[in-house]
């Protein structure tokens, strides 16, 4: 069966960095686009960046342009993210997901993707 599995979760001080990766089975994770989404207490999930399987194009939401780093390893079939300049509205439990066949042109809805992880919390100090 499909597995998502994220890891590099943690607490970090405000201005500092994590690396998240998302470990990918099941499924030919190549022909896969790939987001991160990420909820905070009381908050619904959100989009956070997307890669898309055949350009590798990305797309970030506002929030975290310019600090936020998406990439794809397809020989590992793992998905990282690269957090910088870390802000304490970043704390969340973040979540990869997979979009596969037919694809989806909603990248930003959570119902575009067929499959989940189960989060790997993040916390950012002030």
């Known amino acids: 069966q499909v597995q998502l599995v994220e890891s590099g979760g943690g607490l970090v001080q405000a201005g500092g960095s994590l690396r998240l990766s998302c470990a990918a089975s099941?499924?030919?994770?190549?022909?896969?686009?790939m987001g991160w989404f990420r909820q905070a207490p009381g908050k619904e999930r959100e989009f956070v960046v997307v890669i898309k399987w055949s350009s590798g194009n990305t797309y970030y939401a506002d929030s975290v342009k310019g600090r936020f780093t998406i990439s794809r390893d397809n020989a590992r079939n793992t998905v990282y993210l690269q957090m910088n300049s870390l802000k304490p509205e970043d704390t969340a439990v973040y979540y990869c997901?997979?979009?596969?066949?037919?694809?989806?042109?909603?990248?930003?809805?959570?119902?575009?993707?067929?499959?989940w992880g189960q989060g790997t919390q993040v916390t950012v100090s002030s």
């Open positions: 099941g499924l030919t994770f190549s022909s896969y686009t």
């Open positions: 997901a997979a979009d596969g066949p037919p694809y989806s042109s909603s990248y930003r809805s959570r119902s575009a993707y067929d499959y």
